[in-house]
């Protein structure tokens, strides 16, 4: 029971970390906070379905080209809809949702709500750890999940582009006046951001069946774990994951399986009230209270 | 467009004239300022008296319409303070709850319950938002955002106050036409005393917080006891509706936490225009029943009331009350431009 | 320029309001002389919704084609009308299901309602609002036996309420036969109980919990999982480690198919055996990857599958087929179809019988309703309930089948019956 519980809070972890890198990612680049996650997730599952059912390409190819068609759709969103609203937060907020339930309830009048929508497995089989079986899908995951987290952290910290678009998100002025350009930052972090989104969608969705629902629930997930471990801090993002997701597992198996989401969306409420700037977040703990 | 004009806006000269009620000059004057609140009043009143021709259905969808105005009221009232709030439904819910409880345990008729959840449910939330009032933007609307999803989840999981069956058979109204009056006398009081509200010194502080809140800080002023009332004084007219449909349904449950009650008002607030508490009831009376009219389409009516609110929030920020406001105060006329030279 | 286009939108969106508003004004009532009108309120974004609306638009087509119904020697036509009430979503308020409900009944005027809502918490709550109507209500998809239970304590105002489809009370009987069976036969004792959080499942489990635990079952545990959740690996983890030998899932919600994927990725040695919306149809099999393997699902009426104990459950499939091609006759849902197929033509029975369009005679009619239909025999209780059973020849049946090798091998009840339950190849 010991080693399932940590078997598959691991793979929880790395669930929920995958659902909120996108989001955590453009926060901490751009400022926005993306609602349209959701939408974009769930987008990107359904391009995936549509690719590999009605036109036919390999699984792995589909994957791709709706990670890449979500990742552009991220920049249009920036360059169309947020450019106008541009640090009008609340009107970010309200547009971006607005944005993301169009989409989720697009796929919904038009019918996209049967469990006909599955994405296939990369990998077929299954391994037993220590007496826990466990499939490669999931063991897939937690590999992508920890690549990418890896990836990003060293692309924000040591990278020209990366350095600069943190430096956006820190001060944008100053930033400015340095030569970088705020609104090409912003439409890479969009862009970065729903890509993101969409990788977390063809390799979790597999998993289960693509859901509308879900992708309410994405967008709450992403809130809660970016929330807890600073909304833009990558080791915070990565804390936060895991917190949540040994949390869930474990209150699941203990208290029933209806707490999970109890879990999450009491993890937000409580570390907003108690350290809005989350576990690890620093920069904007002047900004957020008064 | 001609680049040798420009468009120069004027204010009527009827508006100049009788812009201080004192010095209304003719009947004209007179008119031009009553009409449009008179016409709009004399509308609301009479309509329960349609209820032969129009049904039932649409007398409903004229409750759901001012319930959710009442809402988008508090919204108003709220964002005034610059407390940005994603989950109205946290209020429509409170009220509703505590409405249902009293009545479900205790027997209680509307004519109790409904002040007593009014100013109870207001109370609640307020306690319930306290600790959270001293944040701002994003984060005060990320957690209110959360809190109703987190109440319902509870309610859920616990089984208290009926789980998710909720609490049923309750008490009703005596008939839609008394039902009608209540909810406009409630709207008709809100907008009046909001409106008053914020013209006087309290309201004042309320509008200054939101414009700059360590400057009122500065001043000596408890922000954080400000922010309190003020979200006390919202939430009133909300869980005023939560509690009028528990009774009205004569059911309470989960679904008073919907994310319906959060994104109905907000974009009613939107479209119609925010900061003036008429845009807001000016906004639910658009939406709700467009999206009653669209409600053949499922779920494409949520869609289109997405895509309004992105348009109204990118295209016209000011909302359709503003709008109408200057058409109606101003006229627009081309004026040839001067050569940008001889500045 | 740039400024102009908000203004358009907004003149754009408050024209198309206008006009339609004014269009909304006059619901068309014109042929209401010759037409007899069908509403069908409930969640079409469903399977369940969706394929009852399809099979009441083909009985209603069948009905037309042969010319329609003499009422007092006036031939009328049938027709429907839909509407979506999206109860089934999670956070849809049961009042903005009632609203949609009595936007059908007062802009259309229909003459009885068939199908009825989705979930059995706003069929209670629908049933004062239809009763101001006075229209007959034929529902088949909502199970809560409070239906009757209001219809046998209020017969006045209720009379006017039927149900076609099978309620809580059946389904839990039938889960008991079988249960009792797979006990007996292979030795089971330990059953694990996963359920959603809704009213008529929650009901359902505690019913067939009730009866294990009075015959000898240890119930190793009880889930119940909110409308929408998709992970359900805590539960078969703790059925694992308890050593359950039976899983009995009820669900109704697409998502909950995959429990079943999860169940053989983490190789869960029970057998399952209960109501997984997903797993009933046809083509479950290639969806789930043949991860479905002894899989014993329950189809709540007969209808989707043809059975060899009711002809035309037959045709049934055949019509269906051919009217909207072999792809939507195999999604068939298990629950919610056939009896939708049968309420128009029992409803056209009574109304012949009765020879008018009077609710009050229409629903005297339909309670001396003898007919045969493609879930059997139909014939109502007391109480407005259909009387389900295992004899299809004397009451209506529902049916249950095993996944085995891509198929569904029907195992219940006796009558249609092609092989028993078995326990899969591990």
């Known amino acids: 029971m010991v080693a399932n519980l940590l078997i598959y809070g691991l793979v929880n972890s790395v669930v929920l970390m995958l659902t909120a890198l996108g989001f955590s990612l453009t926060f901490g680049l751009s400022g926005v906070a993306n609602f349209a996650h959701g939408g974009l997730y769930l987008l990107a599952g359904f391009l995936a379905w549509i690719f590999i059912n009605s036109f036919g390409l390999p699984a792995a190819l589909g994957m791709i080209l709706a990670v890449i068609v979500v990742g552009i759709l991220g920049a249009l969103i920036y360059r169309f809809i947020l450019m106008p609203v541009r640090g009008i937060v609340l009107s970010e907020v309200i547009s971006t949702f607005a944005v993301g339930v169009a989409i989720l309830e697009f796929f919904r009048w038009k019918g996209f709500v049967t469990y006909d929508f599955s994405l296939p497995v990369l990998v077929q089989g299954s391994v037993k750890i220590s007496g826990v079986s466990i499939d490669y899908q999931r063991l897939l995951i937690i590999a992508i999940g920890l690549a990418l987290a890896l990836l990003l952290w060293f692309f924000t910290h040591h990278t020209r582009i990366g350095l600069a678009l943190r430096g956006m998100s820190q001060d944008e002025y100053t930033a400015l006046s340095v030569g970088i350009e705020s609104d090409w930052a912003g439409m890479l972090s969009l862009a970065l951001g729903a890509g993101l989104a969409g990788v977390a969608a063809v390799v979790i969705l597999p998993l289960g069946i693509i859901s509308i629902n879900m992708g309410y629930d994405v967008l709450l997930i992403a809130l809660a774990v970016t929330v807890l471990g600073g909304l833009e801090s990558t080791t915070g993002l990565v804390v936060g994951s895991f917190f949540v997701g040994y949390a869930m597992v474990i209150t699941s198996t203990y208290l029933g399986p209806q707490w999970g989401e109890v879990v999450y969306l009491g993890a937000i409420v409580l570390v907003l009230a108690v350290k809005p700037s989350g576990l690890f977040g620093k920069s904007k703990e002047l900004e957020e209270r008064v | ?343 | 320029m740039k400024k102009r286009i908000p203004v358009l939108v907004a003149l754009f969106l408050s024209l198309s309001l206008l006009v339609s508003l004014a269009g909304c004004g006059q619901p068309a009532q014109s042929t209401a002389q010759n037409k007899i009108v069908l509403g069908v309120p409930t969640a079409l974004g469903t399977v369940e919704g969706k394929d009852s609306l399809n099979s009441v638009n083909m009985a209603v087509d069948e009905i037309n084609a042969a010319g329609g119904v003499e009422v007092g020697g006036k031939k009328y036509q049938l027709s429907v009308v839909s509407i979506d009430t999206r109860e089934a979503e999670a956070g849809i308020p049961v009042n903005d299901a009632l609203t949609a409900v009595d936007k059908l009944i007062s802009q259309n005027k229909p003459n009885a309602i068939v199908v009825g809502a989705f979930r059995s918490e706003v069929l209670l709550a629908s049933m004062d609002l239809v009763a101001k109507y006075k229209i007959p209500y034929i529902t088949s998809i909502g199970m809560a036996p409070d239906y009757e239970k209001k219809i046998g304590e209020n017969y006045d105002k209720y009379k006017y309420f039927f149900r076609m489809g099978l309620n809580s009370t059946y389904l839990v009987d039938y889960l008991n036969k079988t249960t009792g069976y797979i006990g007996k036969n292979f030795n089971f004792n330990k059953v694990y109980f996963m359920y959603q959080d809704v009213a008529w499942a929650k009901g359902t489990a505690a019913g067939v919990a009730a009866w294990a635990k009075s015959n000898g079952w240890t119930i190793v545990g009880q889930d119940s999982y909110p409308t929408g959740a998709s992970d359900f690996s805590s539960s078969l983890a703790k059925a694992k480690a308890g050593g359950a030998q039976l899983i009995v899932p009820i669900f109704d919600m697409p998502q909950a198919g995959v429990l079943v994927k999860q169940a053989k990725s983490m190789q869960v040695p029970a057998l399952l055996e209960g109501f997984i919306s997903p797993v009933s149809a046809g083509n479950a099999w290639t969806t789930f990857n043949g991860e479905i393997d002894g899989f014993v699902n329950f189809v709540y009426e007969a209808g989707p599958i043809p059975l060899k104990n009711i002809p035309k459950s037959a045709a049934y499939n055949d019509a269906y087929a051919k009217k909207y091609g072999e792809d939507a006759r195999v999604k068939l849902a298990g629950h919610g179809p056939g009896p939708a197929y049968d309420s128009v033509y029992v409803l056209v029975d009574a109304i012949k019988r009765a020879n008018s369009l009077d609710s009050g005679n229409i629903v005297s009619a339909l309670e001396k309703t003898d007919y045969d239909g493609v879930i059997g025999h139909i014939k109502f209780s007391k109480n407005h309930q259909v009387i389900y059973g295992e004899n299809a020849k004397e009451t209506a049946s529902g049916l249950a089948f095993q996944w085995r090798a891509g198929k569904r091998v029907v195992v219940f009840p006796a009558d249609a019956a092609e092989s028993q339950i078995q326990l899969p190849q591990q």
């Open chain 2, 1 to 343: 467009m001609n680049p040798g004009y420009r468009k120069e806006r004027i204010d009527r000269g009827i508006k100049v004239r009788s812009d201080d009620v004192f010095v209304l000059a003719s009947m004209r004057d007179l008119l031009y300022v009553v009409l449009p609140r008179a016409l709009v009043i004399i509308l609301l009143l009479i309509f329960p008296a349609f209820q032969d021709i129009l049904g039932s259905y649409w007398q409903n969808v004229m409750l759901s319409t001012m319930v959710i105005a009442l809402l988008a009221l508090s919204w108003d009232l709220l964002a005034g303070i610059g407390l940005v709030s994603l989950g109205q439904s946290l209020f429509f819910g409170m009220g509703g709850y505590l409405a249902g409880y009293l009545s479900f345990t205790f027997g209680w008729g509307p004519l109790y319950t409904l002040p007593v959840a009014t100013v109870g449910g207001a109370l609640l939330s307020t306690l319930t938002l306290y600790p959270i009032l001293r944040l701002r933007g994003i984060y005060f609307g990320m957690i209110t955002f959360a809190v109703p999803l987190l109440l319902s989840r509870v309610i859920e999981v616990t089984k208290i106050l009926g789980g998710t069956e909720g609490m049923s058979s309750l008490p009703s109204f005596p008939n839609t036409g008394f039902e009608l009056y209540l909810v406009m006398a409630v709207l008709f009081v809100t907008v009046y005393a909001y409106r008053m509200l914020v013209g006087t010194d309290y309201g004042l502080v309320f509008n200054a917080i939101r414009d700059n809140d360590r400057a009122v800080v500065a001043a000596g002023y408890d922000i954080q006891w400000y922010k309190a009332q003020g979200v006390f004084i919202a939430a009133l007219p909300a869980c005023f509706a939560g509690a009028f449909m528990t009774h009205h349904f004569q059911f309470v449950g989960m679904p008073a936490f919907a994310l319906d009650y959060s994104i109905l008002p907000l974009t009613s607030v939107v479209i119609g225009g925010v900061g003036t508490f008429f845009g807001a009831v000016l906004g639910s009376f658009v939406l709700v029943p467009l999206s009653e009219l669209l409600r053949e389409f499922g779920s494409l009516r949520v869609v289109v009331y997405s895509l309004m609110l992105l348009v109204f929030t990118i295209g016209l920020p000011e909302g359709i009350f503003r709008f109408v406001l200057r058409k109606y105060h101003q006229f627009e006329r081309l004026v040839p431009m001067e050569e940008a030279s001889n500045e």
